[in-house]
Every structure is written in C-alpha cells, then in structure tokens.
T-cell receptor, first 111, second 114 residues
Framework: QQQVKQSPQSLIVQKGGISIINCAYENTAFDYFPWYQQFPGKGPALLIAIRPDVSEKKEGRFTISFNKSAKQFSLHIMDSQPGDSATYFCAAETSGSRLTFGEGTQLTVNP | NAGVMQNPRHLVRRRGQEARLRCSPMKGHSHVYWYRQLPEEGLKFMVYLQKENIIDESGMPKERFSAEFPKEGPSILRIQQVVRGDSAAYFC????????????FGQGTRLTVV
C-alpha cells in the first residue's frame, strides 16, 4: 500500500514536444506529491509539488495534474528541451513521515 | 546557505570493511533522511532521524547497518562488514523543523565494494 507506481520507465521526446509521466498510488493517507529531477551523478532536486486539495499546479513549463478519485498524478513538461533530459521521480508522503518514490522515468529530449 | 553536504562523494571499500557516510543537513534543518539508490533504480527509504532520535528505521536492513544524528555534528550512516550488494549511491535529505513539506537532497555518496 506504500508503493507508488510510475510509468513509463523511459521516454524519448523531440525538442518542443510534450513529455508526460504518470504515477499512481494506493495509500489515501498520502497528502503531498512532489516530483524530483535527477541528473547523472547528482542528487535529486525538487521540481514541483502538489497537495490533494488542488487538481493542477503549473510552474513555468512544468505542470502537475492530480486526480484524487483515481489516485493518479502526472507531470507534463511543455516545450521539452534537450536540457530537460534527466531522470524524473514522482513521490508521495504522509505528513510527519517520509517520501515514497516511484521507480523513475528516464527522459531523453532529442534536438 | 549551503545545501545538504555529504562526504565522501566516492568511497571504495573491500568486502568486510566498514563504511561511514556523513551528512550535514542544511542550516536550520533538524530532520534527516537516508535513501539508497541502486543502479537504474529508484530511491529506497532507509531511515528517518531527528536530533539524537531515530524516528523511523523501517527501511534499514536488520544487520550491519546503523544510523545516528547526534546533538552536535553530522548524521552518520554506518555499514559494517560491507558486501558487494551494498554498492549503491546513498543519499541524505533534510527538511526544516516541521516535517516534511520540502526535502532537500545532497549529492550522494557512491559506495563501491570490491
């Protein structure tokens, strides 16, 4: 019940395209859903996060869509750029607890 | 304001030796989390500590692994009698006094057991 399922495992997008990564969870006690970006050899860095009281959050080219009834959330990267090529992790957390991560999506944006 | 500092960045140990990984949280952060990342895999929770207390160690292997976060100094993840399967990247994250609206990760320590 603590798992977070992430898909796809890898994604190739052309420059300027839209990258979409999906996550699903079971534990309805989760109340914080961040996305992390990780470049090779680096630590994960927080990209954008959402709480379940809103259905969408946008920051620049990055948007989280959240569907509470379906227990799913997704990351959309608009106008994808080669510099966005990285591994993306969704995560979920209950207050006062710790993050549970998805398995990661390796995104490649071709020039 | 320096970020989460982990050292060493790379650590090579022979089988049977001890590995000590250090993590200094961001200034003002009193919550520390350790995660392990195997190659091509996601981050797996190991342990959650506050100053001088272990809050959740449900992800820690029962043997050979221990963690502490003393009143003074960095948090330490200690692996005794390392085996090849311990080879991984170990990441530390910290969050402010009230957990956990935003966790900041260090650059990680890449442990190689030969």
């Amino acid at each position: 019940q603590q798992q977070v399922k992430q898909s796809p495992q890898s994604l190739i997008v052309q420059k300027g395209g839209i990258s979409i990564i999906n996550c699903a969870y079971e534990n309805t006690a989760f109340d914080y859903f961040p996305w992390y970006q990780q470049f090779p050899g680096k630590g994960p860095a927080l990209l954008i996060a959402i709480r379940p009281d809103v259905s969408e959050k946008k920051e620049g080219r990055f948007t989280i869509s959240f569907n509470k009834s379906a227990k799913q959330f997704s990351l959309h990267i608009m106008d994808s750029q080669p510099g966005d090529s990285a591994t993306y992790f969704c995560a979920a957390e209950t207050s006062g607890s710790r993050l549970t991560f998805g398995e990661g999506t390796q995104l490649t944006v071709n020039p | 304001n320096a970020g989460v500092m982990q050292n060493p960045r790379h650590l090579v140990r022979r089988r049977g030796q001890e590995a000590r990984l250090r993590c200094s949280p961001m200034k003002g952060h009193s919550h520390v989390y350790w995660y392990r990342q195997l190659p091509e895999e996601g981050l797996k929770f190991m342990v959650y500590l506050q100053k001088e207390n272990i809050i959740d160690e449900s992800g820690m292997p029962k043997e050979r692994f221990s963690a502490e976060f003393p009143k003074e100094g960095p948090s330490i993840l200690r692996i005794q009698q390392v085996v090849r399967g311990d080879s991984a990247a170990y990441f530390c994250a910290s969050s402010p006094t009230f957990p956990n609206t935003e966790a900041f990760f260090g650059q990680g320590t890449r442990l190689t057991v030969v």
